[in-house]
Structure formats: C-alpha cells, structure tokens
C-alpha cells in the first residue's frame, strides 16, 4: 500500500449565492448523501446527486485543487 493524501473525493455543487456549478473537493472517502458539507476551499454548499451534465460542464474549483497540491507536497 502507497503513501497517499488525506482522502478527498469531488463532487459537483452549486455555488450557494450563483448557483454556478464548480466540481469542488471535499473530505472523506465518498459522498454519503448529506444535504450540505464545507468545500475544501471553506464554501458551504449544499449537497445533491450531480447528473451527467452536471459532472461534464462543471469546472474544477482551482482553490479545491490547489489546496489539495500543496497538502501532497507536505507529505512526509
Ligand atoms: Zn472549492
């Protein structure tokens, strides 16, 4: 088993004041059908089953992602 980062998944969500959808991260290993959960960027959104569309338009948030490259590059 390899060393790897604090377990994340994405997930689609609408931004609670746009309503623009942005593929955010969050903690745990899977969605477990909560209605909301904080964002690894610290947005609170809230939370529904993503369609198809939803996953294929939906840009990736960069803070999500750029917190979650530099909590890699502290690995020991
Ligand atoms: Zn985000």
């Known amino acids: 088993m390899h060393l790897e980062p604090a377990r ?3 997930l689609p969500t609408p931004n609670p ?3 623009v959808f942005a593929r955010h991260a969050f903690r745990g290993r899977r969605w477990e059908s909560q ?7 610290g947005i609170d959104v809230a939370m529904a089953a993503p369609t ?3 996953w294929i338009t939906a ?7 750029q917190t979650l ?5 502290d690995q020991p």
């Open 8 to 10: 994340h998944y994405w």
């Open 17 to 19: 004041e746009s309503g």
């Open 35 to 41: 209605p909301s959960d904080t964002t690894v960027c």
């Open 52 to 54: 198809d569309l939803d």
């Open 59 to 65: 840009p990736t948030c960069a803070d999500c992602n």
């Open 69 to 73: 490259i530099s909590e890699f590059k």
